[in-house]
């Protein structure tokens, strides 16, 4: 990863400390006199958190790669100052844009790293970037003057469906004064769905358990995420739906009383997907699962299956591997 190098001059670093820790919010004189950029004054709440933006964030740190994807799709590059957390690797379209990003840690970087890069807004995908006990809640950045934004399936208090995932697209746009580009991004995802929609019509829904890993117990996919949506939209019907959370740990003895027909496995980390394979096809307590006897799996990449950009293509490409020869090949939204 190419890393910035900074000439750090005490004068010139004191004024941007001070320049940059007010123009997120409105909380300093300055900032609430300033002309209001095109589009602005913006006020959104955010996982209960609202902020009004004066003019859009300049120097943006992203924690969590489908966050990162969201400003490389909208075209907010030149706004990021440092990121972190890759689960997977970036899309092809984004990794030149993402190679001029400096990556501050491969997985959180601690309290004073990310304040060491002296951000107005952070920006992550998971509840766990904004971990209290690490210093880094909302709370702290907001005493640091650094305003942010948790990606929204991890702040809801229901079911995620596409309609948050087009909301969190759009509060992104017009916060980073962006909005024709997050809405025609929207338009292009609403087509790519719709399509897949019309190539599964009165398919039967196949029964679906996602294997995300685990040994004693089953790290899966439970009916609270945008993943549950995704796996009913591509023609599949998620036997842990009524987990109720994103993901959360099911017993083999449910996996085997629920008899799924495909095992999605979720693909990431030092785990590979015929390691995960073959943990499932060696476990005796499995043999009648139907997906195991038939040896019926599916893949799908981690970045594919959380609340991103690239969700309208990722349902399209697991739908092709739920129906074989039902629908054509993914596009992008």
């Not at 890393?3 to 997120?24: D, E, H, I, M, P």
């Not at 955010?46 to 400003?71: F, L, S």
């Not at 490389?72 to 092809?92: N, W």
């Not at 990556?103 to 304040?115: Q, R």
């Amino acid at each position: 990863m190419s890393r910035r190098s900074t000439v750090t001059v005490a004068v010139s670093a004191a004024l941007l400390t001070l320049t940059t820790a007010c123009g997120g919010g409105t909380d300093s004189k300055d900032d609430a006199d300033a002309k209001a950029a095109p589009g602005f004054p913006y006020t959104v709440t955010n996982c209960g958190v609202q902020t009004t933006y004066k003019a859009p964030p300049k120097r943006v740190v992203t924690m969590n790669q489908h966050v990162t994807e969201v400003m490389l799709e909208l075209g907010l590059e030149k706004s990021l100052i440092g990121t972190a957390y890759l689960d997977d690797k970036v899309l092809p379209k984004y990794a030149k844009a993402y190679d001029a990003v400096p990556v501050l840690a491969k997985e959180y970087p601690s309290k004073e790293k990310l304040l060491a890069a002296n951000p107005d807004f952070v920006y992550g995908g998971y509840a766990t970037a904004f971990d209290a006990k690490e210093g880094r809640s909302r709370d702290d950045l907001k005493q640091s003057g650094i305003t942010s934004r948790l990606n929204v399936e991890y702040c809801a208090d229901r079911k995620t469906a596409l309609d948050d995932l087009y909301q969190e697209i759009g509060e992104v746009g017009q916060t980073f004064g962006a909005k024709d580009r997050a809405d025609a991004w929207i338009a292009g995802a609403k087509k790519t769905v719709a399509t897949t929609a019309g190539q599964l019509k009165g398919v039967k829904p196949v029964s679906v358990f996602v294997y995300d890993g685990g040994d004693k117990t089953a790290s899966t996919a439970g009916g609270k995420g945008i993943g549950n949506e995704m796996i009913t939209l591509a023609g599949g019907r998620n036997v842990f739906a009524d987990l109720d959370k994103p993901f959360g740990d099911a017993t083999w003895e449910q996996v085997v009383a629920r008899k799924p027909e495909t095992i999605v496995i979720y693909d990431y980390g030092s785990v590979t997907v015929e390691q995960k394979k073959k943990r499932l096809l060696a476990d005796p307590a499995l043999r009648d699962v139907p997906a195991i006897k038939n040896k019926r799996f599916a893949v799908m990449p981690l970045s594919d299956v959380v609340l991103g950009v690239r969700a309208p293509a990722a349902i399209a490409k697991l739908a092709a591997q739920l129906h074989p020869g039902t629908t054509g090949p993914a596009t992008t939204g």
